[in-house]
């Protein structure tokens, strides 16, 4: 395997599938079955889960304050993580849920030198609520924890197969990229992840992948270090 040690970034969104809303368990199951061949391999596997198929932080129709709203995105990062350890768990897997806010009854707090040690005890560590704070995304709290348990890379599971200059969904000339800096991602305003997350991992040099989580044994074609998807560094 190339890399040792990654932080597996999966969208909310990515788990409503066919449903329309909430959690689609076939899909959790596929996820789980393609993060199972990355595991087999011996290796070490944090993972961020967003929130957003569930409540998306700021939003205006409901009149909600942003912190309260961030606060509500947490939670729904709370639930999906929940939904991911039982799947994983169900096929034999030992994982550990951390959360960035105090919820003690479900998951244990975000303490790095216990979330390092799981992962040496090859334990997969899921890291629920973000950062804890309003007003940071969880591509910014997956590059975070990715830092801080020294993270070779960071994969980001996605629908497309990589970052395109305009959504492919909508214009079928749209461009992909192979490979992209963080500066130019910036630049171009590209929204595969915030400015936050791309400033804070070019300042660690830590690489993000950008790729299609849903095409089966891609995260294992990632892993072995074959050429798709995007690759964002220096």
């Known amino acids: 395997m190339k890399y040792k040690r990654i932080l597996l ?3 909310g969104e990515a ?7 909430g959690i689609d368990p076939e899909i959790l199951i596929k996820y789980s079955n393609e993060i199972k061949k990355a595991y087999d391999k011996a290796v070490e596997i944090a993972i961020v889960i967003g929130g957003g198929n569930i409540y998306r932080g700021f939003n205006n129709e409901y009149k909600i304050d942003r912190v309260q ?7 729904a990062t709370l639930i999906n993580g929940l939904a991911l350890q039982n799947t994983l768990e169900n096929i034999g897997i030992p994982t550990r ?39 940071f995304t969880t591509d910014s709290a997956a590059v975070l924890r990715a830092i801080e348990i020294e993270a070779d890379v960071i994969l980001k599971g996605t629908r ?19 490979k992209i800096t963080f500066n130019e991602a910036i630049n171009k305003g590209l929204k595969i992840m915030d400015t936050t997350a791309f ?13 299609d989580m849903n095409q089966e044994n891609n995260l294992i074609r990632v892993l072995n270090g074959e050429n798709i998807g995007t690759l964002v560094n220096l």
């Open 97 to 135: 849920l951390q959360s960035a806010i105090n919820v003690n009854k479900v998951a244990e707090p975000y303490i790095k030198r216990k979330a390092i040690r799981h992962l040496d005890k090859k334990r997969i560590v899921i890291f629920s609520a973000g950062t804890g704070n309003p007003y």
């Open 69 to 75: 709203g961030d606060y509500m995105g947490m939670l």
């Open 160 to 178: 497309v197969d990589g970052i395109y200059n305009d959504d492919p969904n909508k214009n079928s000339k749209a461009f992909k990229f192979e």
């Open 9 to 11: 970034k999966l969208s």
């Open 15 to 21: 788990l409503v599938g066919e449903k329309g809303s």
């Open 199 to 211: 400033t804070l991992s070019h300042e660690n040099n830590l690489p993000i992948i950008v790729f």
